[in-house]
């Protein structure tokens, strides 16, 4: 039972131009939800999180928009950079982290120069 | 940011032999480590929790007398595949919090990559 889904396995995006990665997820336990970005050969390193109690979390280039009714977030990059080409994964919790995190399947970002 | 190190990156052995991943934690205190693996086309799932000094907790589904934990440091954990078998061949990835951090703090390995011929 997949409770975090990535529909697109890949998304291709002109650079300078915005990158959408969108998630959703089925558990309307979550109440924090994560985006971790994976270089190849690497571990994924945190990005950018949001809380149930907001529905937007901003870090300069990075936005992440939740939709709790729909159950739906997405990542908005912005302007889309060379160095963001990755595989971008979403992530959510329970009870605000203190529980075990529960992984999408990823979504390779490849930004074209 | 804090780094956590994982050996081998990648492995390949024969089928019915056991394989070591080692999992450090460099310049923390891991209390707790938390092991993943991925197969192709599907997300990590956590297979099972470890804290120092202590057993491990596994997920359901994952046999922990297949997959064994041993987390005798705060520096380091290791996950032993017994038996590999060829469906073992998977993308095994480690991360590790400190004393006071949350699970969404955690801070991964680069992974390992097993295949078992």
């Known amino acids: 039972d997949q409770q975090v889904k990535q529909n697109s396995p890949s998304l291709s995006v002109q650079e300078g131009r915005i990158s959408i990665l969108n998630c959703d997820y089925t558990n309307s336990m979550f109440d924090y939800f994560l985006w971790y970005k994976k270089y190849p050969a690497e571990g994924p390193t945190f990005l950018i999180s949001?809380?149930?109690?907001?529905d937007k979390n901003e870090d300069g280039r990075f936005t992440v928009f939740l939709n709790k009714s729909a159950k739906h977030l997405s990542l908005h990059i912005v302007p889309s950079q060379p160095g963001d080409s990755a595989v971008y994964f979403c992530?959510?919790?329970?009870?605000?982290?203190?529980?075990?995190?529960?992984f999408g399947t990823g979504t390779r970002l490849t930004i074209i120069p | 940011g804090a780094v956590v190190s994982q050996h081998p990156s990648w492995v390949i052995c024969k089928s019915g032999t056991s394989v070591k991943i080692e999992c450090r934690s460099l310049d923390f205190q891991a209390t707790t480590m938390f092991w993943y693996r991925q197969f192709p086309k599907q997300s990590l799932m956590l297979m099972a929790t470890s804290n120092e000094g202590s057993k491990a907790t596994y997920e359901q589904g994952v046999e922990k007398d297949k997959f064994l934990i041993n987390h005798a440091s705060l520096t380091l954990s290791t996950l032993t595949v017994t038996s590999a078998h060829p469906e073992d061949s998977s993308f095994y990835i480690c991360?590790?919090?400190?004393?006071?951090?949350?699970?969404?703090?955690?801070?991964f390995g680069q992974g390992t990559r097993l295949t078992v011929v």
């Open positions: 992530a959510a919790v329970t009870n605000f982290g203190n529980e075990k995190l529960t």
């Open positions: 991360s590790a919090t400190g004393q006071g951090m949350m699970n969404t703090e955690a801070f």
């Open positions: 949001i809380s149930s109690i907001k």
